[in-house]
């Protein structure tokens, strides 16, 4: 399984009118002749299942058959005739339009090429019928139909374009390990935190019907593991062997509940504004914030921001007034870099964050600094933060206080683009 750690092209089909995966789909079907003796196919629920909504249009989605020969091989290309498809109820008789035309399918919202849409439906038992050109001189044969259903649901499109290309992947791949004594097969997982594809693949593809692989090569590089945030490693495998299985009777149950943490939650602050024309869009492009188990890393590019008075400002909160004064030390927090963010820390139920504070520990000079807003009582609270990023300097330890508890998390800024 790949799942994407920095690609951002992944769309989930949904009939918002948005988002439809159009998925290019093959029937295979009996050439038969229609009243008139036209060589006709049809695509019923049974023949089509997920497949059941049909799109057509003149030029991106057009319907195209190949005649077949005892072998499956194609050996003859056909078109589909003027006015060659229609949907049929299942006794037969054409389906009208509200007009009381011919059924023309379904418009598709915003397409440009005034594509519809052709749906199947398996509790009205109706069929969809394609006439092609000269089908009637192979009546009998098997004609393979090409064309493309409209998926709103159940289908993800990843497209790899010329600028994201090689994006980083976290590879979870499975297999087996064979164990040298007692010859078993057990499950095995290999773990690749951060793993980039070469541009250099090969398809294989031959005439003889037979399944070819697509081999790629992938360099890793080290990262955090999904459930391991202590250490960066290149790869990760988990053998299964077989359960130890302990008696009921040796186990000790514990039924004391450990503390529970605050939720934390952090978003991009992109209304940042400081009125002096610096804004979330000058401090950086492409930025988002992924969490994993209370942990937070940070993509995209940041902007340098140079001698930033509005910061400089900020820099009394963490400090203090006093101590802001000194300009040994705020400089110190200038890196020319900032990542606006606001977190939001919601409490278990029934309880609250009274008191507390969000701070952060500056890996440039090792200070704990104190958010911009501390974190009030109430089962909720947010808070909005600038975080001076150090390009050389770029994990930190952040700590959430309240109710006597403190929790930590790691901010990782490492794979951020520092123009």
């Not at 390990?177 to 594809?197: G, L, N, S």
């Not at 909720?380 to 390009?391: E, G, N, S, Y």
């Amino acid at each position: 399984m790949l799942t994407g750690a920095g690609l951002k092209n992944v769309i989930d089909a949904d009939n918002s009118g948005k988002n439809y995966i159009y998925q290019p789909v093959q029937f295979d079907l009996p050439i038969m002749a229609d009243e008139d003796g036209n060589g006709v196919v049809r695509i019923d629920w049974d023949t089509a299942q997920d497949a059941h909504d049909i799109y057509y249009s003149e030029n991106k989605g057009q319907i195209f058959g190949t005649v077949l020969d005892n072998a499956g091989a194609g050996v003859y290309f056909l078109s589909l005739a003027v006015d060659g498809i229609k949907m049929y109820h299942k006794d037969g008789t054409v389906k009208k339009g509200p007009d009381g035309k011919d059924y023309v399918g379904e418009c598709v919202p915003g397409d440009t090429d005034a594509g519809h849409v052709f749906t199947i439906s398996a509790s009205e038992r109706d069929y969809l019928e394609l006439k092609f050109e000269g089908a009637e001189k192979y009546i009998g044969n098997t004609l393979r139909v090409d064309c493309y259903c409209q998926r709103s649901s159940g289908a993800t499109q990843i497209t790899i374009d010329a600028e994201n290309f090689a994006g980083d992947f976290y590879v979870e791949a499975s297999t087996l390990f064979r164990d040298q004594y007692t010859k078993k097969d057990m499950p095995a997982v290999f773990v690749i935190p951060d793993a980039k594809i070469q541009s250099n693949f090969t398809f294989t593809m031959a005439n003889s019907g037979d399944p070819s692989s697509f081999a790629f090569t992938m360099d890793a590089f080290p990262d955090y593991t999904k459930f391991d945030r202590t250490k960066k490693v290149f790869c990760a495998i988990q053998i299964m062997g077989d359960e130890n299985v302990v008696p009921q009777t040796d186990n000790v149950k514990d039924d004391t509940c450990p503390a529970i943490d605050p939720e934390v939650a952090i978003t991009l602050n992109s209304a940042y504004d400081d009125g002096k024309g610096v804004t979330a869009a000058k401090l950086g492009r492409n930025l988002r914030i992924e969490s994993a188990r209370g942990n937070f890393d940070f993509f995209g590019t940041l902007n340098p921001v140079a001698n930033w008075d509005t910061y400089k400002e900020a820099v009394k909160t963490y400090l203090g007034e006093e101590a802001a004064k000194d300009e040994t030390k705020n400089a110190l927090e200038l890196t020319g870099y900032y990542f606006p963010v606001t977190i939001d820390v919601q409490s278990p139920a029934g309880t609250s964050v009274a008191g507390g504070t969000i701070a952060f520990a500056s890996p440039k000079t090792g200070r704990t600094l104190t958010s911009a807003a501390t974190v009030t009582a109430g089962d909720k609270a947010t808070a909005t933060m600038l975080i001076p990023v150090d390009a050389d300097n770029s994990v930190y330890e952040v700590t959430v206080s309240g109710n006597s508890k403190t929790s930590t998390y790691t901010f990782d800024f490492s794979k951020c683009v520092f123009k």
